[in-house]
């Protein structure tokens, strides 16, 4: 890999990856002006959130940090979509971030996301995870355009990752689901992507290796202007 | 189009495009601090460069500026580049810059041209135009990769673009060339394209408003952070 | 002067200052992304707002730029401050700039206007003019602290500027008038000094070259990390 | 204080203090694209050093971080000045930092240092301490103008810090020393002051509470755009 290519950072476990994670996020926290956020549910972050939410609360001299979604599952016959119910549940929550600070896209409001987000002066990080099928927040093999803002996508058999979906949710597998697409997230100042275990080795070697390819969203995160990658030893062991 | 997508600008003729360029990169130039430009050498900035090279010459205060160029052909049997030549005959040498802040990229240096970049800061703009065929810079169809930072090509009958440069350098065509590619391209801060008459509305349209496809190089550039794309009416005639 | 200090233009006539003036506000417009510009009312931007103005007017691709006062004295028995209404008169109405773009400190908002501002990612550039006294914005010989942010002044005849103000606006004077403070200013992210004429040559001399010194308020400037300064030959006369 | 006067963080205790500003600092290593860091050498940083020795150690992820030092000085009859001893020992040769990305400033380079700076893209972060007396850097009482950038300090029985200095160096006291001066500090992207202890509350108080006055030089740090200001409960014992 070219030494400009991306600041890869290889950790020898789960648990050191996540400390290395939550102190680059800390340090996006202090400044001494508004910082916007956007952060990720699911499993990779765990730890990190763990580690992150008692440092968080309470602490006044981080009212300057605003956290904002990047993507939302909507639920059929729930009030609340899936990755706010995680967010909340994972981090805002336990963290005790007051609602004015939380920002959540939505089938409501997102034609207008990319441009709430202008109007703040844009995100200053972003924590991403990557799937075992190469998506990244909600760009899945198939549906992704590059070119794509924030954007709706149709959940439809001819996709690969349908399955999979409904498999998941079940009676809750919602017609549409939104996301912010490539296009919004090169715009993102740092994008900090993590990964951990076997199951993530063979994705993380084809996006960060491989060629630029709309099968595999999250190939398209090499070209990311500021990218630092985290993983664990076992991720990272189909790197060349 | 979206509205976050890009700045674009569509000016009545190549005169005013030339005009509305030429703000922009003065507007670059006056920083309190160094400012790394990289700009093209062609057809498309040639007013540009007429207006730019007596507001530059002999001004102390635009001493902060440095040029860099973003890709060379070599010609057999010369000892100039065709890149070097042109920039130098266009705008250097009238603009009269001192040759320490003149940077060019060449089968000798191409391999680190990167990282000389970064540690100078990084790009803070690139004027650049864009070829009937898509290509920008030297990131030809059928020859680039996204993922390349600068690299080299090499000149083989099997690119489309091969009858067409033996063509225009005959005796004089090299074995390969280099250029910036689109992974270095996505760290500069300010892209500005500009495009300008009839015989660039098709290719205009397609790499602004089509799927992002290494068949058509360009296209790649909406996903640029900050892109100003200013044309004539002609250049933009098909757009929707 | 060291070389680091500032960027210090000097041109040959008021018009020509204008046009470098005006080529450097339209370069900060020129972006995809939102932009936030500061600029001031008075004499020395006439001409910069004359050639401004038609530029702006009716251009949808700079309806990302929005536009923020930095003082305000109100008139006593008038309903329009001071700065607003020039400011409407010499730039926000023939530029037909909408409501929704400009944004005026006043006595009612002046405590979270610098919070306003950050909230929308800073102010990108600000044009400022210089005072014979040496204020600059309202900050006034007398009465500023540099460690102030957004702040009041009282109207009070211990003030080296009381009678000149008394003198201008007779019964109109206000018992208090509001600006933006040393340290707002500071937070700008570039600050466009402009004077010209005979009469400004001292202080420029003072303020570009003497101490930093609360009586002399735009002494301070010298610490801005981005200062461009735009002089006619007579304004920089006295310089060394 | 104004919401938007500084980042004020007050920690339990002096080790607390220390960890949120390793992370703060770790935070600012972790991009993908140089970092240039301003560090300082003293008690203050004691326990951030510890930490970050063992994290930056033969880590092939943080060669893009680049050192600088703000001061130095020279000793009488010594090879090595007190500033780069001292880094060395606390900092640079336990985290077996590579002698190229190692930045002293100097009796000899002084006067370029300001530009030296400037041509790599600027410091991204300092980390300094401030003195009982009201110093930071070598900005000491009575020989601090705010105007300056990089200089020369002569070392006389005039200044109130004479007498201080003679007793601590005796013999290796020097006939002068070199620091970057307020102006070149303002210039640092992000600054990061650290204090801790009861003697420091009554500085403290005066740097960040009073006066903008060249009597306590660290009273000009307030007007810096980023400023993250972390103490322990000693040192913020006595803001109001």
Known sequence: MGGTNMQLIIEESYKKMSETATK??????LNDRRVNLSITAGNS?????????PLVKNKSYLSNVHYYS??????????????????REQFL????IPESHVHFVSPANYQSYDEEIEAVGGLDAMLIGIGADGHFCGNMPG???FENFTYQVTVAPKYPWYKSLVND?????????????????????HLILIANGKHKAAIIKKALEGPVDPNIPSSILKLHPNL???LDQEAASQLS
Not at 74 to 82: C, D, R
Not at 175 to 182: E, I, L, N, Q, R
């Open 228 to 230: 630092t990658v985290i």
């Open 169 to 189: 949710l079940g009676e809750r597998t919602p017609d549409s689901f939104v996301t912010m697409g490539p296009a919004s997230i090169m715009r993102v100042k």
């Open 143 to 145: 549906s992704t355009k």
């Open 93 to 96: 929550t336990p963290a005790g």
């Open 70 to 87: 990047f993507d939302e599952v909507p639920l059929k016959n729930e009030v609340v979509g899936m990755t706010e119910g995680l967010l």
């Open 45 to 53: 972050p765990k730890k990190i959130y763990e580690a992150l939410a």
């Open 24 to 29: 680059l996020i800390v340090g996006k926290m």
